[in-house]
């Protein structure tokens, strides 16, 4: 069996060092003005050190410039174009066919990665973008398996598929939707997004025999999300993933946090690895349990096992986890006092789970001590304030700088 790469999102420097210690094989980035994530923090002196972080310890990055670019804005794409060919990166992903040609002429070292923005649902399309310079095509996240293995079994087998198996689902055509635009003035496809289908709407209904007199039709008080969906996931389907060849599993997620990525990289690592290693014992239950630790909504397989498939609306809005949330990470171990950065409030007598890159299972433990960073002070709690804010603890657990701390509410 091909052993296929794990893509994860990089909204940051420090988050693709974290998606590449837990396993990520490749991250995909971008600059906030060309790709789809404006409020990503990831400018061009990020992405550089990006770049040359991952071919530093032999891993890929993929450059986003996926918007549907307004002809003012390419000058700036034909830049960093340059740029990005004098750094070979690993590949570009686009969606317009105009930064296509643009990616040709300034970047002819590169890959040219075709986006799911250009909804790719045949071979057909497929091959057309091959036939144009594509090296890889990201599918579209509303295809069933046998239309992903149609495309596969019927493109040239240089043409590299990647798909989506994890993460936020847009209300768009594979994030194609004008919604935001037309609500907010914020474009989508220039990636600045107001998730406006994430929004609660109240529906009303004109009765029949008095035009003009509106009803209200109220899923609750605060109104109802007909237009939220669930969350992808695809860990149960990883083995069927496998088997049909599909090169590259993508993670949604630049704007999510490194908690979120160290738990979802983590469980797609383990998942892939211990499959190829004993296909007959695989267990996605293990994975799962993992992953509901970080879900702000419901899971679903979307479309991939059913192209009838309705479960996959989340009428209620968010669902935050309630049982878990993100502790801090290790700034600096010491086998006495280490040092964490947290982003939630500790308190003596917390319990807290380190998340071991490779392994599925986390190692628990109860907060005995506190101490304050600056004063050496014994305390009992600590609130976070500024951003970066420290304190020392005990970690009974030889730990590396970098690993994520899961907090038991």
Known sequence: MKKPELLAPAGSFNKAKIAFLYGADAVYAGTSSLSLRTRAEMEEDDLIKTIKYAHEIGKKVYVAINIYAWDNMYD??????????????????????????????????????????????????????????????????????????DIINNTPMRLETEIFVHGAICFGYSGRCFLSDFLACRSANLGDCAQSCRWSYNLYAEETNNPGNLMPIEHDEKGTYIFS?????????????????????????RLKTEYYLATVVNAYRNAIDDYLKEPNKYDYTKYLNELEKVKTRGLTTFYFNDRNNKDFQEYEGKQ?????????????????KSII???????????LEIIIPGQTETYKFTIDKLWDTETDEEIEFINPGKIGQCVKMKIPLKVENGWILRRKK
């Not at 502790?327 to 086998?335: A, H, M, S």
């Not at 950065?341 to 319990?351: H, P, R, S, Y």
């Open 76 to 149: 700036e794409i034909r830049n960093q174009a340059r740029i990005l060919n004098e750094l070979k990166v690993d590949g570009i992903i686009v969606a317009d066919g105009g930064v296509v040609e643009i990616i040709k002429e300034e970047a002819p070292d590169v890959d040219i990665h075709i986006s799911t923005q250009a909804n790719i649902v045949s071979y057909h399309s497929a091959n057309f973008w091959h036939k144009n310079g594509a090296k890889r095509v990201i599918l579209a996240r509303e295809l069933h398996k046998s239309q992903i293995k």
């Open 229 to 253: 969906s669930k969350d992808l996931c695809l860990i149960k389907e990883i083995p069927e993933i496998i088997d049909m060849g599909v090169d590259s599993l993508k993670i949604e997620g």
């Open 320 to 336: 935050y986890n309630p049982d878990y949330e993100f502790g801090g990470k290790v700034i600096e171990y010491n086998e006495d």
């Open 341 to 351: 950065e947290i982003k939630n409030k500790l308190k003596v007598g917390d319990m």
